[in-house]
């Protein structure tokens, strides 16, 4: 038996629903931020706060785009004070939340 090749509009439906599987996929930030990280994290940006470091984790993990990510960071960062020059700790953060939003390639 012979298959028929997908058309054109469908290979774009089957790459439109993968893209959409993708990006729904957010990883929670507990997996990417290593133990050693989140005792600077909290000594550096959250006042030794197991409490605030929490608060942000869990807010963070309701984003559900790259853009609110950014607007929550920007908002921790006015509430905490946070430096963003030379501010390893800062640096560190922000990778680690970008990292979220980057696809899982299996």
Same mark, same amino acid.
């Given at each position: 038996?012979?298959?028929?090749?997908?058309?054109?509009?469908?290979?774009?439906? +089957?790459?439109?629903?993968?893209?959409?599987?993708?990006?729904? #996929? !957010? !990883?929670? /930030?507990?997996? #990417? #931020?290593? &133990? *050693? +990280?989140? =005792?600077?994290? +909290?000594?550096? /940006? =959250?006042?030794?706060? *197991?409490? /605030?470091? *929490?608060? =942000? #984790?869990?807010?963070? @993990? %309701?984003? !559900? %785009?790259?853009? @609110?990510?950014?607007?929550?960071?920007? @908002?921790?960062?006015?509430?905490?004070?946070?430096? +963003?020059?030379?501010?390893?700790? =800062?640096?560190?953060?922000?990778?680690?939340?970008?990292?979220?939003?980057?696809? &899982? /390639?299996?």
């Amino acid at each position: 038996a012979v298959i028929p090749e997908p058309t054109q509009l469908e290979r774009f439906q +089957k790459m439109e629903a993968l893209h959409k599987e993708v990006s729904a #996929i !957010r !990883r929670d /930030l507990r997996e #990417i #931020i290593d &133990l *050693n +990280k989140s =005792f600077i994290f +909290k000594a550096e /940006l =959250f006042n030794q706060s *197991n409490d /605030l470091y *929490n608060q =942000f #984790i869990n807010e963070m @993990n %309701t984003t !559900r %785009t790259e853009d @609110n990510a950014f607007i929550l960071l920007n @908002n921790w960062t006015m509430k905490m004070n946070w430096k +963003k020059d030379d501010n390893k700790a =800062f640096e560190l953060l922000e990778k680690a939340v970008e990292k979220r939003f980057l696809p &899982l /390639l299996s």
